[in-house]
């Protein structure tokens, strides 16, 4: 069954058509990435699951309910989403369990296995400032994971990691998605980045984007 459901969206900006009619499920535990040239709708499509933006027309349903906004079922890394530079990277962490009311010890714990997760471990304390671009990334990560939601939207999170470092963020990702069994919905202009980490890939034309092709590649990570 789909943990995600997208059916007839259309999103209009003024007279900029971004999105037509786009319909696609999203399978439980399957990580699909959305690819197109810059410009087609992927950030949009991903903010109307994330329940950011309202669609034009058209609805989304998560597990089964329609989106009203966003919901802690779902849990997302966008760019313009940054972290909170007044809070540590712990505060930062834990925010989202704070917010559900779990209490400090228990959410410091969690947040804590996290931050080590995305390999940030000894920098609890740090402010967002003091940290790389990169680095900051991964607390987005950490921070979208340690919320226990069941779909996480990602919105090119290894944009600011360098060549080297990126491979192994891929390989953290694929190590959280096997062993969380999550669903993902990943954003990426890399070809090479998608194929690496995907289970499903969809093609997205040329703006007014719309479903051009639905791609399950094949690759031995093994051998890389
Ligand atoms: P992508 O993520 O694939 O690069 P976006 O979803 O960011 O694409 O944008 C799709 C189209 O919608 C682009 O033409 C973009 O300029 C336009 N767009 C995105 N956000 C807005 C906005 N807030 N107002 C007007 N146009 C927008
Ligand atoms: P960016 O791509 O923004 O430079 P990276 O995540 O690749 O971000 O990290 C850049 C620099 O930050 C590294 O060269 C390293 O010095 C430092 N750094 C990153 N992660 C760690 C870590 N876990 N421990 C210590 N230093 C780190």
């Not at 949009?44 to 058209?58: D, R």
Request: with cysteine; proline share 5%; hydrophobic share 40%.
């Amino acid at each position: 069954d789909a943990a995600v459901e997208v059916r007839g969206i259309c999103k209009k900006y003024n007279d900029v058509e971004a999105l037509r009619m786009i319909d696609l499920d999203f399978p439980r535990g399957k990580l699909t990435t959305l690819l197109g040239p810059s410009g087609c709708g992927k950030t949009t499509l991903l903010k109307i699951i994330a329940g950011l933006i309202e669609p034009t027309s058209g609805e989304v349903r998560v597990n089964g309910r329609p989106v009203t906004g966003p919901g802690p079922e779902r849990a997302f890394v966008f760019q313009d989403f940054a972290l909170m530079p007044w809070a540590t990277v712990m505060r930062n962490v834990a925010f989202g369990l704070e917010l559900r009311g779990m209490g400090k010890a228990e959410r410091q714990s969690i947040a804590r296995k996290y931050i080590a997760e995305v390999g940030l471990a000894g920098f609890e304390d740090k402010y967002p400032h003091e940290l790389s671009g990169g680095m900051r990334q991964r607390v987005g990560l950490a921070r979208a994971f340690a919320v226990n939601a069941d779909v996480l939207l990602l919105d090119e999170p290894f944009s600011a990691v360098d060549e080297q470092n990126r491979r192994k963020f891929q390989e953290d990702l694929l190590r959280l998605v096997e062993k969380e069994r999550k669903t993902f919905i990943f954003v990426t202009h890399s070809i090479e980045e998608a194929v690496y980490v995907s289970d499903r890939i969809v093609l997205l034309s040329r703006r007014p984007g719309r479903v051009s092709q639905i791609i399950e590649p094949k690759i031995d990570r093994t051998a890389s």
